[in-house]
């Protein structure tokens, strides 16, 4: 499976871990906060991290052995932390997961996570074992259930014994979102943990004396990785609260990196948005953001109106604009691959829209119609050893600078392959340019460079093919969200559909909350999605469906399912409130959807 040269020696996350607990003993290590708002916290320093990970390491060596895998299905807390150090110092190798709440999907990924890795053991906590017992029980073969959290059971930290665990080990296995693929475990060695996390460093200068935290679910490498494995290797505190608190109230975000004094914390494009949307000056009363250094805003396409909006709106409680950056990364390269150092606002350039549609980056002035993409990071930085370049996906041919194409990235931050996938890892990670380099990962993200900085613009997957042009989706999702007051709290999915003579047309789904609103109004938000598509972008949309909230699908880390949402269309599985469909689209569309549909276009 190994695409890189072994690393043969060099420190690991357990050992800098142990390091730290014999130098450090009474620092905070990391620290849980189930509700901001009350600040009631439960902490860990780096002795208690160091003996709970040596009591839960000491039982799983009761019963499995180095390289064996498990599942963790923990809800936030002090007991996912000592659990997953814990396998490390076993050396068994983790995957997080969501714990079963119910839903369908979630349920059917987990039960997948189990069988791709054959996994030998599902951890989870007191709290936590009668909802997994019973989901378990509707698995085959599945695999025991084991409690971490049950003190009197686990034996004395001093029956730990180390495994000896080098760099070149498996650390743990990262499933990817499934946003536009099935979900693939991603092998994760310690020393690209390491190497990583040297990396995330340089670029924004992070180290021992910060405090990092926030929202972000453990089972996304978004919030494992930046918020929670880092912040240990380099031996600073990080706090952690759920990210249901977040989500039912944005401001207790907020309200977290005040109190606990966090100058490091991050989210995706959508929590910033969120925030505001959703967060009231009475609810953001009192709070001081002045101490907040570096958010930044990565994980899904980064809008710069966000960037804006928030540096603006929460301005006058200490938060600075430089505070606020763009980021790339992916799960395949552990983590980060580049995103901007701080101090100064992101840099936003003005494109023009026509030409980036043919692969071409055309800055245009600020009072011209255009497309806005934000500066994600330097190329090159000093230091690493990260190559980054820009290709033709079907040649291979590395393009110049202003040139739209694939990223393809190398260097010790990229990870070993897909777990038990030798075809996806070697078509994926092993990539050569017609010019005779290999050994790349193929990120299947498009950008450009300029200036020196990556500007990314789309998914290859999702871009859309549209009467020859190339358009992203996320544009047109964000175009249509603006269209009404009733759009604006809810997300969108545009995706094509085969339709009329054989074309593909664009078809879009969308939440709204419809508040009331009778047929009238509904048909009256319908046509103003219409017009804002239309008068931005020029396309005359096919079919749009109004959904109530949560009708989009989503990964367990917010990003849109727009391949599911396409087939959800097409089988018939939404529940809409108001549809409009064109004649282009009238036979591709299930009949099911006739008794809402609008008058057609």
């Not at 392959?417 to 050994?439: I, K, L, Q, V």
Request: glycine letters at 10%; a negative charge.
């Amino acid at each position: 499976m190994d695409v890189l040269p072994k690393v043969e020696s060099g420190p690991t996350l357990v050992s800098c871990l142990v390091a730290h607990a014999n130098s450090v003993p009474n620092k905070e290590a990391v620290s849980f906060v189930a509700n901001p708002l009350e600040n009631s916290v439960e902490t860990l320093d780096y002795a208690a991290l160091d003996r709970g990970a040596r009591r839960v390491a000491a039982l799983l060596q009761r019963d499995f052995s180095p390289g064996d895998r498990a599942l963790l299905l923990y809800p936030p807390g002090t007991a996912f932390f000592t659990a997953f150090i814990g396998c490390l110092y076993a050396g068994v190798v983790p995957a997080v997961a969501p714990l079963p709440d119910g839903q369908r999907h979630r349920s059917d990924r987990s039960g997948e996570m189990i069988r791709s890795i054959g996994a030998s053991a599902l951890l989870t906590e007191e709290s936590a074992v009668g909802d997994t017992g019973a989901w378990v029980g509707t698995l085959d073969d599945a695999p025991p259930v084991i409690v971490t959290d049950r003190s009197e059971e686990l034996p004395g930290p001093g029956a730990w014994s180390d495994p000896g665990t080098g760099p070149d080990h498996v650390a743990f296995l990262q499933f990817t979102s499934g946003s536009t693929s099935t979900p693939r475990g991603v092998v994760v060695r310690h020393h690209n943990i390491v190497d990583n996390a040297e990396h995330f460093s340089r670029v924004n200068g992070c180290g021992s004396e910060n405090r990092f935290g926030g929202w972000l679910p453990m089972h996304h490498d978004f919030g494992l990785l930046s918020m929670f494995l880092f912040p240990l290797y380099y031996g600073a505190s990080t706090v952690h609260m759920p990210a249901s608190a977040f989500l039912r109230r944005p401001h207790s975000w907020l309200h977290l990196i005040d109190q606990r004094d966090l100058d490091f914390s991050s989210s995706p494009n959508f929590g910033y948005d969120l925030c505001v949307r959703r967060i009231t000056d009475e609810q953001a009363e009192g709070i001081d953001l002045s101490r907040w250094k570096w958010a930044l805003d990565g994980a899904e396409p980064v809008l710069p109106a966000t960037l804006r909006r928030f540096s603006r709106r929460f301005e006058d409680f200490g938060f600075r604009p430089g505070t606020l950056v763009a980021g790339y990364g992916l799960a395949e390269a552990t983590l980060m691959v580049t995103c901007d150092a701080g101090d100064e606002p992101p840099t936003v350039v003005r494109v023009d829209a026509a030409r980036l549609e043919k692969g071409e980056f055309h800055p245009v002035p600020g009072d011209e119609p255009g497309r806005e993409l934000v500066r994600c990071g330097d190329v090159e930085i000093p230091g690493s050893d990260t190559r980054l370049l820009i290709v033709d996906p079907n040649t291979g041919d590395v393009l110049p600078d202003g040139a739209v194409g694939e990223i393809w990235i190398s260097g010790s931050s990229v990870t070993h392959g897909y777990w038990d996938r030798p075809e996806e890892t070697r078509a994926s990670f092993d990539a050569a340019t017609s010019d005779g380099r290999s050994g790349f990962l193929r990120t299947g993200d498009l950008a450009v460079v300029h200036g020196g900085g990556l500007y990314v613009t789309g998914r290859m997957k999702e871009v859309l093919i549209y009467h020859g042009r190339n358009i992203y989706p996320h544009d047109l999702e964000a175009a249509a969200r603006s269209a009404d007051v009733c759009l604006e709290n809810g997300i969108g999915a545009a995706f094509t559909v085969r339709g009329a003579e054989d074309k593909e047309e664009i078809a879009l789904v969308h939440e709204v909350q419809p508040r009331g609103a009778d047929a009238d109004r509904l048909e009256e938000v319908l046509t103003r999605i219409h017009r804002s598509v239309s008068r931005e972008f020029g396309v005359a949309l096919g079919a749009v469906v109004l959904v109530r909230r949560g009708g989009v699908k989503r990964t367990t880390s917010g990003k849109i399912q727009r391949l599911k949402m396409r087939s959800a269309l097409l089988d018939g599985e939404l529940k809409p409130v108001a549809v409009r469909v064109s004649p282009a689209l009238s036979d591709a569309v299930p009949e099911s959807l006739s008794r809402v549909r609008g008058e057609k276009r």
